[in-house]
């Protein structure tokens, strides 16, 4: 079966590290998030692509989710004694990489191309592509005015109160190269477990990735989400918070209602939640979108393929009944 | 005795050193070159001002002499296995350093600011100022066409057959603010055991310091060279091979030609050779420069700060004298 992942940053890159153990490397696609992409100290960062592909790679931190295994932060001690911002915190072996993606889109390489070389370093075998190659620069709407994605995120902690979200420059960026095509050839097009108001919706508010997820496809496809929020709380990150902050009780169904069904001018065909919230099951059916309650909390390795596998097994029954 | 000392990176740091261990704070003043500066990966990079300003914090690397003490250097690895550039090796502490002089540069200050900045965070007292906060590069014409200095020095490893130097963009800057004055309050000034053609030329191109140190002083003031190269070689560096190359004889006699004899058109009315180098000192003599023998070569923090202190009663009969 032929996957495309859309996924932003810890919880999405443990789904397709699931699906990269299940699925031919040549049939999982993962588009990434690049709205938290940002400038820092005159390096490019992007912090969704990097988690994806570190975990791929094998490279990550396992205790984190993000961010280098076998870490060190002298370049942050030695930052931090000068008064310098390190609110950021930049590894030495992280920095690495972002010197070196620095570097080659300064020579004028794209970001796809960056990532594509950096997947080869690193044997990753996977199609990994950023959304875009252009700038979508994803803007929180708060309390405190509008912040940047790493503002609210890392500097603030995500204590502002959330009022919006805006995506600038979407509406001039295009996919990557290779985005459109590998969700036209996808049977099962996977919404990871990210946050959908700043992972997956930067992605969606890429000019003609949405209009390809909802358009009639040739062949069988269908359109999967596995629910970040479980039991009306998140694994990690600020999604829960963001619901409530705009007015929506957070669970499950709140996450299948903002993506909404595929039958209702949504994207959705099918919907996994965990298995305690078994109960919203019902609901969200009767919102008109297949559900499975599985297990999602992925605390293990284990978890990601089980995981994985089970999704597939559902895409794979959504396809039959299309 | 006010003291402004000229200097490059390695040599010249040790003698700085030694200067700021027998002169009150107040009373020393380091010109620095940025010839060599460069940016690389996005970094702006000072290695000269960095190793006066890491000998002076106490935060050098002992056995090199440049990059810092107890580093690591995870970056580098991590972007070699990306296969990128790491002829220039920067160490993960030294990584703080450049991070947050280009982060404070973009945000407008001069490099003069950012390294006051630095200093005192390291608890450097005495005033270190780059030579000018306008770029100066430093070209070396070889064999192999015009090289930048970081080429040249650091990727060919000093290998190509050099013709001569450009300063680019010399004749458009200006020496760095408080420079001149420093000159003009001095009363000896020490041209470092740095390499003449790439170390301190650089600082003598910039309009305004070669004036200055050559105009008649209100007061005694003398300018006093230590000699880089003993008995025909380098401790370090390839000052001895660049005057070969040049068409002159490697030797103390030759480091004072280069400066010249206050008396006859030169910058010098000191000059100190090594022990090793006392049957030179007639000939310096004889080209109209005081010639006193010391032992130059600083093994250990004892040596710096003897041949200072040696250096300081020199310069004091040289001013007796004027």
């Given at each position: 079966?032929?996957?495309?992942?859309?996924a932003?940053?810890?919880g999405g890159?443990?789904?397709v590290?699931?699906?990269?153990?299940?699925?031919?490397p040549?049939?999982?696609?993962v588009?990434?998030?690049?709205?938290?992409?940002?400038d820092?100290?005159?390096?490019?960062?992007?912090?969704?692509?990097?988690?994806?592909?570190?975990?791929?790679?094998?490279?990550?931190?396992?205790?984190?989710?993000?961010?280098?295994?076998?870490e060190?932060?002298?370049a942050?001690?030695?930052?931090?004694?000068?008064g310098?911002?390190?609110?950021?915190?930049l590894?030495?072996?992280?920095?690495g990489?972002?010197?070196?993606?620095?570097?080659?889109?300064?020579?004028?390489?794209?970001?796809?191309?960056?990532?594509?070389?950096?997947?080869?370093?690193w044997s990753?075998q996977?199609?990994?592509?950023?959304?875009?190659?252009d700038?979508?620069?994803?803007?929180?709407?708060?309390?405190?005015?509008?912040?940047?994605?790493?503002?609210?995120?890392?500097?603030r902690?995500?204590r502002?109160?959330?009022?919006?979200?805006?995506?600038?420059q979407a509406?001039r960026?295009?996919?990557?190269?290779?985005?459109?095509?590998?969700?036209?050839?996808?049977?099962?097009?996977?919404?990871?477990?990210?946050?959908?108001?700043?992972?997956?919706?930067?992605i969606l508010?890429?000019?003609?990735i949405w209009?390809?997820?909802?358009?009639d496809?040739?062949?069988?496809?269908?359109?999967?989400?596995v629910?970040?929020?479980i039991h009306?709380?998140?694994?990690?990150?600020?999604?829960a918070?963001?619901f409530?902050e705009?007015?929506?009780?957070?669970?499950?169904?709140?996450?299948?209602?903002?993506y909404g069904?595929?039958?209702?001018?949504?994207?959705?065909?099918?919907?996994?939640?965990?298995?305690?919230?078994?109960d919203l099951?019902?609901?969200?059916?009767?919102?008109?979108?297949?559900?499975?309650?599985?297990?999602?909390w992925?605390?293990?390795i284990?978890?990601?393929q089980?995981l994985?596998?089970?999704?597939l097994?559902?895409?794979?029954?959504?396809?039959?009944?299309?």
């Open positions: 079966m032929r996957v495309v992942a859309l932003g940053g810890v890159a443990k789904l590290d699931g699906l990269a153990k299940v699925l031919a040549e049939d999982l696609t588009v990434v998030n690049t709205g938290d992409d940002f820092h100290f005159g390096l490019h960062i992007c912090p969704d692509l990097d988690t994806v592909c570190y975990t791929l790679a094998g490279i990550a931190n396992p205790a984190t989710g993000w961010g280098r295994a076998g060190t932060w002298n942050m001690e030695s930052l931090a004694a000068l310098g911002p390190d609110w950021f915190r590894g030495d072996r992280d920095l990489t972002h010197l070196e993606r620095t570097r080659l889109l300064g020579a004028g390489l794209t970001l796809t191309q960056v990532t594509q070389h950096f997947c080869r370093s990753v996977q199609a990994i592509l950023p959304m875009s190659d700038p979508v620069l994803t803007r929180v709407c708060s309390d405190e005015g509008e912040l940047t994605f790493q503002e609210y995120f890392v500097r902690q995500c502002p109160r959330v009022e919006g979200f805006r995506f600038e509406d960026s295009r996919p990557a190269p290779g985005v459109v095509e590998a969700l036209q050839r996808a049977q099962l097009i996977v919404i990871c477990p990210s946050n959908p108001w700043v992972s997956i919706d930067p508010s890429v000019p003609g209009e390809e997820l909802t358009r496809s040739l062949h069988p496809r269908a359109v999967l989400a629910s970040p929020i009306g709380v998140t694994v990690k990150g600020p999604a918070k963001m409530s705009l007015g929506f009780e957070p669970s499950a169904l709140a996450v299948a209602e903002h069904s595929i039958r209702k001018g949504g994207l959705l065909s099918g919907f996994i939640v965990d298995v305690s919230d078994q099951v019902n609901q969200v059916e009767a919102a008109g979108i297949e559900t499975q309650p599985m297990i999602t992925m605390k293990t284990q978890d990601r089980r994985a596998d089970q999704l097994g559902f895409g794979k029954s959504l396809l039959v009944r299309d």
